[in-house]
């Protein structure tokens, strides 16, 4: 089911169906059926201008953000534990890289830590291992510990998981560790962005075990009037990747609520 999720995610980015519109126009154009081939390319090349174009990408990813937003550390509630998910930074991998990578999500950790510094809960549990093949780096639950310490979490307060290859193997993985800890009600951090998927996830594995999970999202990328008035229509790879990030999202909640039939 990983490696499925991973290639369909794959097939349907904005950019794999562009290509694959453009090699089926080829295809198209060698067999004689020039018209029908030019059609088939022009709108792959149309679909990308609007996955690529600042404000189809901003609107997409606010209409996921706005969900849950994100609140300041002194409103967030009380809580048995924080919870903070992978995808915020890249393990260490000796000697090219000595220490950990840090991603635009690294908020997640950020947050997370924030959240203990003011008293939202005793414990932070980390969820995040590595993907298929880079099995020798440092998983990134490891790397998000080293970032919590340097942000002043001591050590005795965290948990890991360092197994889970994506959100919802996050949920199951860090079940064992929020019962380990005898914690009742859980703060889950990630992004913005990430939150009503991660959120069904794990309410999803909790479902029968009395344990609460409240969302405590970070990482707002979609900030409002954020944009200039013209160069929104114009297409960026920074648009197209958060396009990209966005659908990811909205294909996940789609399969959720297919396998929840």
Do not use: C
Not at 28 to 38: I, S
Not at 217 to 234: K, M, Y
């Amino acid at each position: 089911m990983f490696e499925l999720g991973k290639i369909v995610g794959w097939l349907l980015s904005p950019l794999s169906l562009a290509l694959t519109l453009w090699l089926l126009a080829l295809g198209l154009v060698w067999r004689g059926r020039k018209r029908l081939g030019l059609g088939v390319g022009l709108l792959g090349a149309l679909g990308l201008w609007v996955a690529a174009t600042p404000w189809v990408a901003h609107t997409l990813t606010h209409r996921l953000e706005r969900q849950f937003p994100a609140i300041p550390v002194e409103q967030a509630a009380r809580a048995d534990a924080i919870v903070v998910l992978g995808g915020a930074l890249a393990g260490a991998s000796p000697p090219a890289r000595p220490t950990f990578d840090m991603s635009s999500a690294t908020d997640r950790v950020w947050h997370a830590a924030a959240l203990f510094r003011a008293g939202k809960a005793p414990w932070v549990l980390a969820s995040g291992g590595n993907q298929p093949g880079i099995s020798s780096m440092q998983a990134e639950a490891e790397a998000i510990r080293s970032m919590l310490l340097t942000l002043g979490v001591p050590d005795s307060a965290i948990r890991l998981e360092g197994v889970s290859r994506n959100t919802a193997e996050n949920a199951r993985e860090t079940l064992r560790l929020i019962q380990a800890v005898g914690a009742k009600q859980v703060l889950l951090v990630t992004s913005a962005l990430h939150m009503p998927r991660a959120l069904r996830n794990f309410q999803a594995v909790a479902r029968d075990s009395g344990i609460t999970v409240l969302p405590a999202s970070t990482d707002v990328e979609a900030l409002p009037d954020s944009q200039h008035p013209w160069g929104r229509w114009i297409p960026d790879a920074n648009a197209l990747a958060m396009s990209t990030r966005a659908l990811k999202e909205y294909l996940g909640l789609a399969a959720l609520s297919i396998f929840e039939l």
